[in-house]
């Protein structure tokens, strides 16, 4: 009986060991009886965001079309500590993973990429200024900063060895990710970082003192991750990609992410001196219906296309008053509306705007944060708010207390917090509020 019991240990001990080894294949057979496409994604201007309500990023629309094609619905996973992006794959909290990731011979051998659906090379993000690093070989003894463990910080070992010169590595304890490694550039708090071609470029239209123009190595190709034991899945993507990277679907995305036409001033001599714009008799009469001052709306078109109808801006934001895609169709919009079919959309949506902040007693304050949430979205304002009540502020006052809080959404350790609803908010929803209510004034 004794002999017996100890034989029903060991094998009870077996069976418990084997199963606990044992790993679950997750496939493409499985995630569709899941009923749902899971993406772990970062943070990012390339990857995933949120602008005036809407989801975007070069990366999340790859992907929100390729789950099209397999007819499942995208979940979207945002990250909020880069090192944790294999792992979660890993431990199959997500199907695939999107971080603007360069394929490393190295990492092949615990995970698959999918084939290159972009290209790009490594560049220099510093300053503007007369010590500028003009090739490579200046980048001895220099501070750079760049992510734990990435491909950036391994070209600048290899860097070390091309130009046999010590390059004094540095990473920070939080471990910030790239983008937020560029604000720190823009901001002053550090002078170097590296980032791939494709993200610095979009990061550097909004901070005009960053040069971008050094690059430190070859064309990477840039791919999704994925689980080395998702064969089918993989083969799947790449059936998709390598159909997808042809069609004119994605080449309008590239442009619209990549190589959007700049808002410029368009020639101001052609109306009567008399009036503000070419537009007025149109701002005047959409501002009667709800009662607005047609100046505050006309100073808003000269903010977001110098009166441009034409005009098109990141993310796909086109026309006079830079209206999103999803927004636009939303208010029966596209590039082709005529001027007064815009004007008239942005009153109807700015009123909405203006009468969802019901709860701010003053008008002028009102006036601002839907200005605001005009440009970033209504969340970030919010995410802002909660901030103003945690720091002692007035969240119902724009000036000196949430515009104050809108500065703090760039931060990785105030973004990735628990409270924070919208992620990281990196846009210049401050400087838009002062540049359009000083227009405004000098105007009344």
């Known amino acids: 009986m004794r002999l017996f019991f100890i034989v029903l240990l ?25 009923g749902k496409l899971t993406v772990l994604i970062e943070n990012n201007s390339l990857s995933f965001y949120e602008q005036k309500g809407e989801k975007l990023g070069f990366e999340y629309e790859i992907l929100k079309a390729f789950a099209q094609s397999i007819h499942l619905p995208l979940e979207i996973k945002v990250i909020s500590n880069s090192n944790d992006l294999f792992r979660l794959l890993h431990n199959e909290e997500g199907d695939i993973a999107a971080a603007n990731l ?28 007369d010590n500028i690093v003009k090739t490579p070989l200046e980048l001895g003894k220099k501070n750079i900063y760049v992510q734990k463990n990435s491909c950036f910080e391994k070209r600048l070992i290899a860097l070390e060895e091309e130009i046999g010169t010590k390059i004094n590595i540095r990473t920070f304890e939080d471990d910030p990710i790239t983008e937020d490694l560029i604000q720190k550039v823009a901001n002053k708090e550090i002078n170097f970082t590296i980032a791939h071609e494709n993200l610095a470029r979009l990061s550097s239209t909004s901070k005009s003192n960053l040069n971008i123009d050094v690059k430190i190595s070859m064309e990477q190709k840039i791919a999704f991750a994925l689980r080395s034991g998702s064969p089918n899945l993989k083969k799947e993507l790449n059936q998709f990609l390598s159909k997808y990277c042809k069609t004119e679907k994605f080449s309008e995305l590239k442009k619209k992410y990549f190589d959007y036409i700049d808002i410029k001033p368009i020639v101001t001599n052609y109306w009567p001196k008399e009036n503000l714009s070419p537009y007025d008799d149109l701002f005047k ?25 034409n005009a098109v801006g990141p993310g796909g934001s086109f026309g006079l008053m830079q209206f999103m895609p999803r927004i636009g169709r939303a208010y029966g919009i596209t590039p082709n509306s005529s001027p007064k079919e815009q004007i008239d959309a942005a009153i109807e949506s700015l009123n909405k705007i203006y009468l969802s902040w019901s709860n701010i007693p003053n008008s002028e304050e009102r006036i601002k944060f839907t200005l605001a949430s005009y440009n970033a979205g209504k969340c970030h ?33 105030i973004y990735k917090s628990s409270d924070i609803r919208c992620g990281a908010y990196r846009g210049g929803a401050v400087a838009y509020v002062r540049i359009i209510y000083s227009k405004y004034q000098s105007w009344r």
Do not use: H
């Open 10 to 34: 060991i094998f009870s001990s077996s069976c418990s060991s084997i199963l606990d080894n044992k790993k679950t294949k997750i496939d493409l057979e499985q995630i569709k009886r899941k």
């Open 102 to 129: 360069a394929i490393s011979f190295s990492n092949s051998k615990t995970i698959d990429y999918s084939l290159p659906y972009y290209f790009s090379e490594q560049v220099l993000i510093q300053r503007e200024g």
């Open 285 to 309: 009469s959409a501002a009667k219906k709800y009662s607005w001052d047609w100046k505050m709306l006309a100073a808003i078109s000269y903010q977001e296309s110098r009166f441009n109808p």
């Open 381 to 413: 304002i919010q995410d802002a708010q909660k901030l103003a009540v945690k720091k002692g502020l007035n969240p119902l006052i724009w000036d000196k207390n949430v515009a104050l809080m809108i500065k703090k959404l760039s931060d990785p350790k």
